[in-house]
């Protein structure tokens, strides 16, 4: 079954199966299936025509998934960045954005540790 340009693994439950969509995950998924009577026990592989022709409607109609969602996001880092705010300043440092501290952690965000070749240590008396 094809969502969204994503291929659901047929095996999988449809309720894990949706959150290999992006912008689906768990919660949302079980919230679609409630809204269209589906059960989450269900395999993808069970699922009928009219069943699948239900879920892809409801899901392309009613949320913002894969594509539509990365160019959205993308879209509002862009803007924070070109207004000069304090968090588009941090994205365009590659620093963390959400408060969190520098000086010990946030190694995914800067970087590997980059050791300065030839420092000289402060002599101790």
Do not use: F
């Not at 079954?1 to 995950?25: C, E, F, Q, T, W």
């Not at 768990?26 to 919230?31: M, V």
Request: proline share 3%; glycine share 6%.
């Amino acid at each position: 079954m094809r969502i969204a340009g994503v291929d659901l693994p047929s095996n999988k439950k449809i309720d894990v199966a949706l959150s290999y969509i992006y912008g689906i995950g768990r919660p949302l998924a079980k919230e679609i299936l409630t809204a269209l009577n589906l059960s989450p026990n269900l395999r993808v592989r069970e699922l009928n025509d009219e069943q699948s022709i239900r879920l892809r409607q409801y899901i392309e109609q009613n949320y913002t998934i894969e594509s539509d969602l990365k160019r959205m996001e993308s879209m509002n880092i862009k803007r924070l960045i070109e207004i000069g705010s304090y968090r588009g300043r941090r994205h365009r440092a590659l620093l963390p954005v959400r408060g969190q501290r520098t000086r010990s952690n946030a190694r995914t965000r800067r970087g590997t540790k980059k050791t300065v070749a030839g420092k000289k240590l402060a002599v101790k008396k």
